[in-house]
């Protein structure tokens, strides 16, 4: 990173900031290495399927976490990958590549795989109005480093190579260092829990773990290297794209709860076994998952829908349909740490609530100021310092939503010349809430369909059509003609012409 500047630019609310760091299981104060500079790696998709509910929580923590440091003041690097290579149908050493056996399937290659669920993450990132990271390397751009860390793992003594494959020797690295620190496995129990798995006896030990595996005829996608033809294992991208982007030491590491173990403790592993330095990461943040009747929301168990089935209703799981906004507010309405259950009548709530907030939002503007002095009974100050208490205190959003309750309250009642408020304090009050709730909170308004926001709301509509044309493509009569008939409840036409489809309002 660049030379350290001053931090004269950092709110004063940057230094009440504790975050619960899932290494020491504690709320810790945020001390950046080198403020105001703060360097953040979050784990991305692997791209070789449509984006699902439960993703879109995790990948929408990290972007009130993103968004919050840059309101503090910090200026982030923000790295997000993309798994294109190495994510094993196993989610360990066996099994297919995902992205590989999608191809075969599909009968495609595994970069138009690969292009095609990139594009489709990007889309619903927007939708939901996620901030772009500020680099997303990918996996398959970095082989040449992976193999350079690999070597300088081999060199320190901490892993072998077998039949062309090279693995990471646990137990030589956990006489030097504590394997098992981020999750509190202890490795006796691990090797009790340890099935027999495919090519395990390449390994001196089933809880080695695969930096390079090498590939099979059937393999479609493998680099050379010294070892041999293949490709590399899952965990290893992310040691080494987060280390070139943000240094052996960087601050804050995060990804969904079911990463931490084996993905992130293989992480830790790595990154010291192949520089001898501990603690590679300052702060490692896990987001809880999101849930459907108290089950992980995930595509295998069957009760994950897209983005896209969300918005259309287009879902057994779906009474109707719900608006991106809707579905961010509920989200956030949740800690990021706890689970959170899935269910229509909770969306249902979420929108009457946005609804309140964004119609105390469209009334802020036009607030009477009628005194010339401050009202003493008016605190705005009070209200700001709750809003940075709530999220100073690891990012608790739902306390800081219904401390925007309060200002709404406080804003229905001024509009309705109930309370009489001063030029400054209306200021006060409208930096307030345009801050939490559009730049902290990243919510926008949906409903408006003229000025600033037509941008926004235009851009959503482009979205709308451009899925149902590949609904369409794909032969997806149902999903393409919900679309239509959603987008025709809110007085939105589709022209289709040959050159493609256009929306119109009506
Ligand atoms: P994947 O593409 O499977 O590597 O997952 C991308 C991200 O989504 C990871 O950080 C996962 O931990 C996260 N994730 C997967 N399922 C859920 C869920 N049900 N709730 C929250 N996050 C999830
Ligand atoms: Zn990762």
């Known amino acids: ?32 290495l080198n403020a105001p500079y703060v360097g953040m790696y979050v784990c991305g998709p692997t791209v070789y399927s449509n984006v699902h509910l439960g993703n879109v929580r995790t990948f929408l923590t990290f972007d009130v976490v993103y968004r919050y ?46 292009q095609k669920y990139t594009n489709d993450f990007h889309d619903v990132m927007r939708v939901f109005n996620m901030k772009s990271p500020s680099i997303e390397p990918s996996a398959t751009g970095h082989i040449v480093e992976q193999i350079g860390m690999i070597k300088a793992i081999l060199d320190r003594g901490y892993a072998y190579e077998s039949n062309g494959s090279v693995y990471f020797n646990v137990r030589k690295y956990n006489e030097d260092h504590d394997y098992g620190a981020l999750s509190g496995r202890k490795i006796d129990d691990l090797l009790n829990n340890t099935r027999s798995l495919d090519g395990q006896d390449e390994k001196n030990d089933p809880l080695d773990f695969a930096l390079w595996k090498k590939a099979d005829a059937s393999h479609l996608m493998k680099w050379p290297s010294p070892w041999s033809d293949g490709f590399p294992g899952w965990h290893l991208e992310c040691s080494v794209m987060s280390t070139k982007y943000l240094g052996t030491q960087f601050d804050i590491h995060g990804g969904g709860m079911d990463l931490k173990f084996p993905h992130h403790e293989c992480e830790i592993a790595q990154n010291t076994g192949a520089t001898g330095e501990a603690h590679s990461v300052r702060y490692w943040m896990h987001g809880n998952m999101l849930t459907v009747n108290g089950r992980k929301m995930a595509k295998s168990e069957g009760n994950g829908f897209t983005p896209e089935e969300l918005i259309t209703g287009n879902h057994a799981l779906l009474e109707r349909g719900y608006s991106p906004m809707t579905v961010r507010f509920f989200m956030l309405q949740g800690h990021y740490a706890s689970t959170l259950d899935f269910s229509n009548e909770a969306l249902q709530a979420a929108e009457k609530g946005l609804d309140r907030l964004m119609s105390a ?110 609904a369409k493509t794909n032969r997806d009569w149902g999903t393409a003609d919900a679309i239509r008939d959603a987008l025709g409840a809110l007085g939105i036409s589709i022209k289709d012409s040959k050159d493609g489809s256009t929306w119109e309002r009506d």
């Open 1 to 32: 990173m660049d030379a350290p500047h001053s931090s004269e630019a950092l709110s004063p609310f940057a230094g009440d900031l504790h975050i619960g760091n899932s290494l020491s299981r504690k709320k810790e104060r945020f001390e950046p």
């Open 69 to 114: 440091l840059s309101f503090l003041g910090y200026q982030v690097r923000y790295v997000r990958n993309i798994t294109d290579v190495g994510h094993l149908t196993g989610d360990s050493d066996d099994g297919e590549d995902k992205i590989g056996k999608k191809a075969r399937l599909e009968n495609l290659e595994p970069m138009e795989i690969v």
């Open 361 to 470: 939002m469209a009334a802020l503007e036009g607030l009477p100021t009628t005194l010339d002095a401050p009202n003493p009974d008016v605190n705005t100050a009070a209200l700001a310092k709750r809003c940075s208490e709530a999220m100073g205190d690891d990012f608790n959003t739902p306390i800081l939503i219904s401390v925007l309750f309060d200002a709404v309250k406080l804003v229905n009642s001024i509009a309705s010349d109930r309370i009489a408020i001063d030029a400054g304090q209306k200021a006060a009050l409208v930096q307030l809430l345009n801050g939490y709730v559009f730049d902290v909170l990243g919510l926008i308004r949906e409903d408006e369909t003229s000025g600033g926001s037509e941008g926004e709301s235009g851009a959503l509509l482009d979205l709308l059509v451009e899925l149902r044309g590949n």
